[in-house]
């Protein structure tokens, strides 16, 4: 069974930075792309960031600015994003995403982690 | 960026009843990739539909998708307890990959 185990949420101060965590189980990591998606309160969907299945190439929605930065361990199974200059905006539940494939692109979302909240807030 | 455009915004309905949701494409879905995903309150998308016609695995076969190009639809032939939530569209075929708005289906 695959499953997906998020960590890493937490309120955060305008400015601040936070590392997200996605333990990864019941398939083959290191074979399959990942991304992040994340959801504002009551809202919808926005695909934030992806990344290879070696790792070796990355995409962040441009919205981003340089501020976050994905990043994986196959060796552990673990998805990373870490998020700095954190603004009220970046406020969502960041979902960790398995995709379909091995690249990022062309690819559906076949299963979804419950998710972890990030709230920028002062 | 595609823009998808989901309607109806809510859509009421009884148990047993037809459900038919629309997502429309600003511009063409490369290969027909659009997916469909279905999410409940607290809780993360599921995966229903792939490749605009094709059910992920576990789907009951009362979910079905269709269309090409900018036109998609999904129906849910009879409506059981447990199908009133949110849908969403999702276009993978063109980055920034995007999702529709979404569309509530709720209990008449």
């Known amino acids: 069974e695959v499953q997906l185990v998020e960590s890493g949420g937490n309120l955060v101060q305008p400015g601040g930075s936070l590392r997200l965590s996605c333990s990864a189980s019941g398939f083959t990591f290191r074979t399959y792309a990942m991304h992040w998606v994340r959801q504002a309160p009551g809202r919808g969907l926005e695909c934030v960031s992806a990344?290879?299945?070696?790792?070796?190439?990355?995409y962040y929605t441009d919205s981003l600015k340089g501020r976050f930065t994905i990043s994986r361990d196959n060796s552990n199974n673990t998805l990373y994003l870490q998020m700095s200059s954190l603004r009220p905006e970046d406020t969502a539940v960041y979902y960790c995403?398995?995709?379909?494939?091995?690249?990022?692109?062309?690819?559906?979302?076949?299963?979804w982690g419950q998710g972890t909240l990030v709230t920028v807030s002062s | 960026e595609i823009v998808l455009t989901q309607s109806p915004g809510t859509l009421s309905l009884s148990p047993g009843e037809r459900a038919t949701l629309s997502c429309r494409a600003s511009q063409s879905v490369s290969s027909s990739y659009l997916a469909w995903y279905q999410q409940k309150p607290g809780q993360a998308p599921r995966l229903l539909i792939y490749?605009?016609?094709s059910r992920a695995t576990g789907i009951p076969d009362r979910f079905s998708g269709s269309g090409s190009g900018t036109d998609f639809t999904l129906t849910i032939s009879r409506l059981e307890p447990e199908d009133f939530a949110v849908y969403y569209c999702?276009?993978?075929?063109?980055?920034?990959?995007?999702f529709g708005q979404g569309t509530k289906v709720e209990i008449k």
């Open positions: 990344i290879s299945s070696s790792g070796h190439t990355t």
């Open positions: 995403v398995k995709a379909s494939g091995s690249w990022y692109d062309g690819v559906y979302f076949d299963y």
């Open positions: 999702h276009q993978y075929g063109r980055s920034p990959w995007t």
């Open positions: 490749g605009a016609s």
